[in-house]
């Protein structure tokens, strides 16, 4: 996850806890971890990790894209 150098502080901060909520929301997934991991040229990069618990592929396929749209989604607002 990048966040621009021009987001907020306390927007940065609450990143972690925003990408926890959301993978903890979706169905056969779990949360491992989401830190702060470097300072990019453009942006501040976080890393998410996170785990499926479905058996096939296509859980994963599905879990992943609505993880991804709904962190899209939190940052447009």
Do not use: N
């Not at 021009?6 to 609450?14: H, N, R, Y």
């Not at 501040?44 to 996170?50: A, G, I, K, N």
């Not at 618990?53 to 749209?69: C, N, R, V």
């Amino acid at each position: 996850i990048s966040a621009a150098y021009s987001t907020p502080a306390e927007t940065i901060a609450q990143i972690p806890q925003w990408a926890k909520s959301i993978v903890t929301e979706t169905p056969m997934t779990r949360f491992e971890r989401c830190h702060l991991t470097s300072f990019g040229t453009q942006s501040l990069e976080f890393e998410l990790v996170f785990w499926i618990t479905g058996p096939s592929y296509l859980d994963y396929a599905i879990a992943q894209e609505k993880i991804l749209f709904q962190i899209y989604d939190k940052f447009q607002r």
